[in-house]
């Protein structure tokens, strides 16, 4: 099973940036694709930005333009940078992986983080 250990949150001003890892628990050859998401109090949780495995990303637009997604192979390793943050990109952070057990296997699996805390202070 892949886990996911994400850190990197904290409190910051608007303007201000961030960045968030993932820690991958498996080898990236094994991930179709990983994701972050993230949910305001009383929000659903939303898409914030994607990538599979070809390394074509995917930005919810209010983000656009601020945030980049990238991912470290070597270190098993997901980014978020975090830009000219605003304080409605407050929310809980959660990295997400659409993985296979084997590299071989046709199932898609998903796993998701606990969460870091980003809050952004007007």
């Known amino acids: 099973q892949v886990q996911l250990v994400e850190s990197g949150g904290g409190l910051v001003q608007t303007g201000g940036s961030l960045r968030l890892s993932c820690a991958v628990s498996?080898?990236?050859?094994?991930?179709?694709?990983m994701g972050w998401y993230r949910q305001a109090p009383g929000k659903q949780r939303e898409l914030v930005a994607s990538?599979?495995?070809?390394?074509?990303?995917n930005y919810a637009d209010v983000v656009k333009g601020r945030f980049t997604i990238s991912r470290d192979n070597a270190k098993n390793t997901l980014h978020l940078q975090l830009n000219s943050l605003k304080p409605e990109d407050t929310a809980v952070y959660y990295c997400n992986a659409k993985y296979r057990l084997y590299s071989s296997s046709t199932a898609e699996l998903d796993s998701w983080g606990r969460g870091t805390q980003v809050t952004v202070s007007s």
């Open positions: 990538i599979n495995s070809g390394g074509r990303t």
């Open positions: 498996r080898r990236t050859s094994n991930i179709n694709a």
